[in-house]
């Protein structure tokens, strides 16, 4: 039976949830190693140690923010007040400047910030009557956001923060500083995600066969074809952070002639040609709703293991822009055909009232452990590499070959399951 069609008053609201939802984050994530190591002059190793304790949220997630929206709490209520209080501590980020008041407030954020992820997600789902078709038009505008705050607060250093008669090392000095204001910028859209989240559709808890939800998710996640997705899931989401650490860095080692025409685009300080990656990723989310109705969630995620290993192969071997441009490109079949069908699988494959609890326990697979493995492990291999980015992308690529092989061999091929309809509105 065909799904009736997403109401448009539902899909704007869903859809401006995601915007600032990722909005919230790309305001200050991209910016804030350069942030804390040059201007507030944190040790490497210390940016490190930050960088995973904002994974630390990830891993409570599920058990404490799964448990209350699958058991207790309105989840559309839960996640206004958790971006309330989350744009109270992201603010006092700005001010902050010892290392130990930095990890204290990065915790306590992380432990608020991160289970929104997860439970963004379970809400779209409850409601999306379609979550083959529907779900893509959603989630895109989560990525639209992270551009335009990128762009944004690249626009705002370079015109802000930017001095006119200085030499390099001082306008780079001014624009490190002047990050502070990504911190606020990201505050101010968490109250207005907050405030926002009041207006969502209702989304109550459900009574469960089990008391405590994660317990019960645990368990369908133990079945196949959860468990081969979460195990594999893990080691792409740790070379995932090679991309995001190392790019940028390996992009200021290619000599083009674009360099200007960038950042009078995109600004300064930020990812500058890596939101080509975010820009394909729209494309790609876009085509979800035709591509997950004639395409198996096996071939889609073996397509998104094939694009991390191209990537990866192109950076470490053919290291010219002519090469590198577009293979920055794939990053939107990387997300789009990997983690996005991913969150699909997740809650397709799990029951009704333990969703949020299973998204919980995937996003703390690649948002927690991922992140804190994937920090680690890029540091040693770019420590070894010594400034060879053949070996330093060479290691990721081999891993996901290895992935590729393992998902082809051990994930079942079979139809998706139906979307349940969701509830009134």
């Keep these: 039976m065909t799904a009736p069609p997403l109401e448009g008053g539902l899909r704007t609201r869903l859809s401006v949830m995601m915007f600032l939802q990722y909005a919230i984050w790309g305001a200050w994530l991209p910016l804030f190693y350069g942030f804390i190591t040059e201007h507030r002059g944190l040790m490497p190793e210390e940016a490190g140690t930050l960088f995973a304790v904002g994974a630390i949220g990830a891993l409570f997630a599920p ?5 209350i929206a699958d058991r207790w709490f309105n989840t559309e209520k839960f996640l206004a007040l958790s971006h309330l209080l989350g744009a109270v501590l992201v603010w006092q980020l700005a001010r902050l400047e010892t290392y130990g008041q930095l990890l204290v407030f990065g915790l306590l954020y992380s432990l608020v910030y991160a289970p929104t992820l997860p439970l963004t997600n379970s809400l779209a789902f409850h409601h999306l009557p379609d979550r083959d078709r529907d779900f893509g038009k959603v989630r895109v505008w989560g990525t639209v956001g992270w551009i335009v705050v990128g762009i944004g607060i690249g626009q705002w250093l370079l015109h802000r923060h930017t001095p006119e008669e200085a030499d390099r090392a001082a306008v780079r ?16 859209l968490g109250v207005l995600q907050g405030l926002f989240c009041f207006t969502l559709p209702p989304t109550p808890p459900r009574k469960g066969r089990e008391r405590f939800a994660p317990w019960e998710a645990l368990r369908e996640v133990g079945r196949s074809p959860l468990l081969v997705l979460f195990l594999i899931s893990f080691p792409i989401a740790v070379v995932h952070q090679f991309y995001f650490v190392h790019t940028a860095g ?5 000599e083009h002639p674009w360099a200007d025409k960038i950042n009078s685009l995109f600004g300064v300080g930020g990812g500058g040609l890596m939101t080509i990656g975010q820009m394909a990723e729209i494309a790609v989310l876009s085509a979800m709703p035709v591509v997950t109705k004639t395409l ?5 995620l073996l397509t998104g293991l094939c694009a991390y290993v191209l990537r990866f192969l192109v950076f470490a071997y053919l290291p010219t822009p002519a090469a590198v441009l577009p293979a920055l490109a794939l990053h939107g079949l990387c997300f789009g055909c990997f983690f996005f069908v991913a969150f699909m699988i997740v809650d397709e494959e799990t029951s009704p009232d333990v969703r949020a609890s299973a998204q919980g326990l995937f996003n703390l697979v690649i948002v927690g452990l991922g992140v804190i493995g994937g920090n680690y492990f890029a540091g040693k291999v770019a420590a070894a590499a010594g400034g060879d980015y053949r070996h330093l992308f060479s290691v990721p690529m081999y891993i996901c070959v290895a992935c590729f092989v393992l998902l082809l061999l051990f994930y079942p091929a079979r139809r998706a399951r139906g979307t349940e309809a969701p509830a009134a509105i």
Aim: proline share 0%.
């Design 250 to 254: 390996f992009l200021g080692t290619l």
């Design 296 to 300: 198996s969630r096996k071939f889609l």
């Design 63 to 67: 058990f404490v923010a799964g448990q």
């Design 173 to 188: 000095a001014a624009q490190v500083a002047g990050m502070a204001d990504s911190f606020r910028l990201s505050a101010i």
